[in-house]
Every structure is written in C-alpha cells, then in structure tokens.
C-alpha cells in the first residue's frame, strides 16, 4: 500500500484535489471532515470539549465559532484542545485503513501534515499550491472570512513555500480543473508503474 499524504495551506484547493483522487478510485481519509463529525451533536469530542469550553456547545454540538474564539483569544488553549483531538481523529484514521488495508493507494487529506508531524508516516506526500495572490482571492471570497481572520489562520500553518520543498509533489491549482485533474491521474500512473 502507498500512503499519499494530501496537503496545502488555505485556499490551494487541497478538498476539491481530494474528491479528484477518489474520483480516480483512491480511499481518502478526511481530517477536517473527521474533525466535523467529532464536533457535531453525539460526537465523541463535544462531552470533551462542553467540560473545558462550555459556552462553545450549544444544542449539542460544538459550535466552531466560539471555539475559533476561545483559541484567538489565548492561543495555548489550542494546544489543549489538540491534545485530545488528535487522538480521536487518530481513532477514526485507524478504522479507514483496517477498512481499506487491501487498497493500493489511500490518500491521507491532512491540512496540518507537517504541523501534527503526520508526514513522518507518509511515503508520498503531494502539496496542492497556487501562487499567493489566488490563494488570497479564493480565501477572502469566503462567506464570514476577513484578512485578520485569513492572516491567522495562515500563521498557525507552514508557510507553503517550505511545504512545496518538502514535498514529493506538487499540484498546481490555478490553471484550471482539468489541468489539476491531468496532474492527479499522471502522478497515479507514476506511482502504480513502480
């Protein structure tokens, strides 16, 4: 089995790249999608979360707003909340490979790659990259997202020219979708070829 990391900043196009690879028949594992699941109403992370932030749950579920708030606010207590995510995020991350353990290629869609050190488990890591004015312009086009709120959420990430160097890969988004999709299938070619 070869394990494909999937990962690129903000605004790169990293999810779309994603649903590219399982249009191709890659099993991919969804961190943030797991991050969700985690947080909504009977999630195994909201009884967590209601004990450390109580006003960030709210009809059952973990209302991301007033967590992101919490975390500007004193930014250690996202270490904290790390802390016990990352474990149940691992949980769900176990399930997809005894699921899939007789795959080819699964593709890990890990946003934070490099920062949670998941890279070190990776035989090829792929960065999905765009230059840094397109990035801007994807972001800020987003309901609810203003440039503070981008430029922090940038400084919590890996700069994308250090993620491109240490990369297998990489993906480039700004010309199209059928550009990034030729880019996807050639790499699997490549890859299954070995």
Same mark, same amino acid.
């Given at each position: 089995m070869i394990i494909i990391g999937l990962t690129g900043s903000i605004g790169m196009g990293k999810s779309t790249t994603a649903e590219m690879f399982k249009a191709e028949g890659c099993p991919v594992f969804d961190a943030d999608a797991t991050v969700h699941q985690l947080y909504a109403k009977g999630g195994k992370a909201v009884p967590i979360i209601k004990s =450390?932030?109580? &006003? %960030? =749950?709210?009809? #059952? %579920? =973990? &209302? /991301? #707003?007033?967590? /992101?708030?919490?975390m500007r606010a004193d930014p250690l207590q996202l270490k904290v909340l790390e802390s016990f995510i990352h474990p149940l995020v691992g949980e769900v991350r176990s399930q997809f490979f005894n699921t899939y353990k007789h795959a080819d290629i699964v593709v890990l869609d890990i946003p934070l790659l490099f920062e949670t050190g998941m890279d070190k488990f990776i035989q090829h890591i792929v960065v999905v990259t765009a230059p840094a004015d397109v990035q801007r312009k994807r972001v800020l086009a987003r309901e609810g997202m203003t440039a503070e709120l981008f430029e922090s959420l940038l400084a919590r990430q890996t700069p994308d020219a250090i993620k491109r160097k240490r990369a297998h890969t990489l993906i480039f988004t700004h010309k199209g979708l059928e550009n990034a999709r030729e880019q996807v299938q050639t790499l699997l070619v490549k890859l299954t070829a070995n």
């Open positions: =450390v932030f109580p &006003d %960030a =749950v709210i009809n #059952g %579920a =973990v &209302d /991301r #707003g007033i967590l /992101r708030k919490h």
